[in-house]
């Protein structure tokens, strides 16, 4: 536990915890330092900075984005690999020039240099084994995302629609050209569309590994309304052990006879008032926070490591009291968290409490 004031850093340290141990290079070095020492199961790492350095892309790394990215394959085997990742990384210009070059999105190309970043330095050197969960401060997003960006999805699904028969009349003519039921484009898509499922799926599969990270921003409760149904899939999990802290842990906190109950049909949760069955949107601010922080343990949170900034946010001094003891009941490997509230560190955690100026050096 990292006790500090409001704007002292103690935000800027846990993201630096969150990168060393996820192992995410590149976005670490954007950071002011010189070099970071930590003790993992008894053995030091060292990373310094000033020896860092984005190499070219091997052959294997760009075999690899090609298998994940069929569409842009071209640019992977002939454009990228005429540039340096940290080149790109740190120059937004040259971000832009590429995207306009070779009509790659720059989210995609982002997505891309995080790949190559994952595996330009060798794993023997930071062999360790973890899953670290990371929630920033105040990660969910009070509004959803249609009425956030409603009048931009409404522009794109006009756009589309009008794409459609084009894309019908070209995969139609490459049909015919081939004299066979097979397209390139048909194909292309159908790869798109698999990876934008399995990433919509990826934190099912993601805790199930042995090493991950996912730094998660969610928009109002659908996001974990969505995350639960998926796990309700399975028929056995409603009567697990784990479910059922959930909703115990989860019920502790509600108020005014509300309380988290499974759906009727049993694919989903629900929030139970007057014997009425209403959707988790009604629940308190901090109540959501509560369900929200909850749920990201419901898959084998023994094996998490959960980073979270500020966990108190929300919450009354009640609630800040039990809520870490309520987490390590879900028996995760560990935590780490940054705060600002003396309420939320409870007894059995005070030799674990340090102070920020603690690790100030005195000059």
């Not at 832009?96 to 995207?99: K, L, Q, S, Y």
């Not at 929630?135 to 931009?152: A, F, H, Q």
């Given at each position: 536990m990292i006790v500090a004031e409001n704007g002292s850093g103690k935000t800027i340290l846990l993201r630096l915890f969150f990168l060393f141990f996820s192992k995410q290079w590149n976005e670490l070095a954007k950071y002011d330092f010189e070099e970071i020492i930590a003790f993992v199961n008894d053995k030091e790492y060292s990373f310094k900075k000033n020896e860092y350095r984005s190499s070219e892309i091997p052959n294997y790394v760009i075999e690899r984005l090609c298998d994940l990215y069929p569409t842009y394959r071209d640019f992977i085997r002939k454009g990228l690999i005429n540039y340096k990742v940290d080149e790109i990384l740190n120059d937004e210009f040259l971000l832009?020039?590429?995207?306009a070059?070779?009509?790659?999105?720059?989210?995609?190309?982002?997505?891309?240099?995080?790949?190559?970043?994952?595996?330009n330095i060798s794993d023997n050197k930071y062999?360790?084994?973890?899953?670290?969960?990371?929630?920033?401060?105040?990660?969910?997003?009070?509004?959803?995302?249609?009425?956030?960006?409603?009048?931009?999805?409404?522009?794109l699904e006009q756009h589309l629609r009008q794409l459609i028969p084009e894309i019908d009349l070209r995969i139609n003519d490459e049909k015919m050209f081939n004299k066979s039921s097979f397209s390139e484009t048909e194909n292309d898509l159908q790869k798109v569309f698999d990876t934008i499922w399995s990433n919509r799926d990826y934190e099912r599969w993601a805790f199930r590994k042995e090493y991950f990270s996912m730094e998660l921003v969610e928009f109002d409760m659908f996001d974990i309304e969505f995350r639960i149904s998926k796990l309700l899939e399975d028929k056995t999990f409603s009567s697990s052990e784990v479910?059922?802290?959930f909703i115990k842990k989860s019920n502790k906190y509600l108020s005014n006879d509300k309380t988290v109950i499974l759906s009727k049909d049993g694919k989903s949760i629900r929030i139970s008032i007057d014997n009425k069955s209403l959707p988790l949107t009604i629940l308190s601010a901090g109540e959501k926070h509560i369900i929200s922080l909850f749920s990201y343990l419901l898959y084998n949170p023994q094996n998490v490591w959960l980073i979270i900034d500020e966990p108190e946010i929300s919450l009354s001094m009640g609630w800040q009291e039990?809520?870490?003891?309520?987490?390590?009941?879900?028996?995760?490997?560990?935590?780490?968290a940054a705060t600002h509230s003396p309420f939320i560190v409870p007894e059995n955690f005070n030799n674990y409490t340090y102070g920020l100026n603690e690790f100030k050096e005195i000059l």
């Open positions: 832009g020039d590429i995207e070059k070779y009509d790659v999105p720059q989210s995609l190309l982002l997505s891309i240099l995080n790949e190559v970043s994952s595996n062999d360790w084994l973890g899953s670290f969960l990371y929630l920033p401060t105040y990660r969910r997003i009070e509004r959803s995302y249609r009425d956030l960006y409603g009048d931009m999805a409404k522009r479910f059922q802290r039990n809520l870490i003891n309520d987490i390590m009941d879900f028996h995760i490997d560990g935590i780490i």
